[in-house]
């Protein structure tokens, strides 16, 4: 029987509301610029079974946390891992602000996936990308990404691809989520996703503001946070 190729696989690992979404899809297009001839797909994945589904040619796989076993296959695969990071306590702000979670359950969301992610920062394929650091907010990102897929970008290319990716262009493709026909209802939130770039309407109207936790998120939640990920925020600069 013929056997279809393996993948090669770009992974992009990232915490919750740490600008993975952003991050998968340009990702995927510096991909696209520097390999014309090959197919690249991009695919969210959450369990095992997906990733013995992924076509041949190159994978762009965006992830949070996964079981182990679907770990240890897509760290296998992976040529390259885009991680990013955010402060534990703007992202479980962000979580209850932005996706009407609560605190215990926006806090488990984050340290799964934080726990998860730093796992893999010393990997030698990995870029590590704090949000913090403003990775979604300067052309040279792309720089940055295109000098791990292999290749570079020139000018043109890279501030054609800056535009492309600010926020009212990002605001523009949610706005038209619903008519898409890759989109998908969830019935039980209202909300609607695209399964192509995963952009979700929940997505619009975001400040990206860096500390808003120190405005929305109660003094006894926000210890909490630290106490729960003090060893995770001390080792990526979140806290002395």
Known sequence: MF???????????????SGSTWLFNVTREVTQRLHPQTRVTGHYVDATDRLGRLPAGLAVVKTHHLGRTAALRLAAQAEVIML???????????????????????LRWVEDSALFCAQYADDPRTALLRYEDGFTETPEIFDVLATRLGGGLGAQAREELFAQSRRAAIEAKIARLK??????????????????????????????????????LPPEAASHVEQRLDGFMRRFGYLP
């Open 3 to 17: 056997k279809h190729p393996a993948p090669r696989v770009v992974w992009c690992l990232g915490m919750y509301a």
């Open 84 to 106: 990013s990071l955010r402060d534990p306590r703007d992202a479980v702000t962000s979580l209850m602000q932005h996706m009407g979670q609560n605190f215990l359950q926006a």
């Open 179 to 216: 008519d898409l026909p890759t989109a998908w209802h969830n019935p039980a939130t209202g909300d609607v996703v695209d399964r192509d770039t995963q952009w979700h309407l929940h997505h619009a109207g975001r400040s990206g503001e860096n500390g808003r936790w120190r405005r929305l």
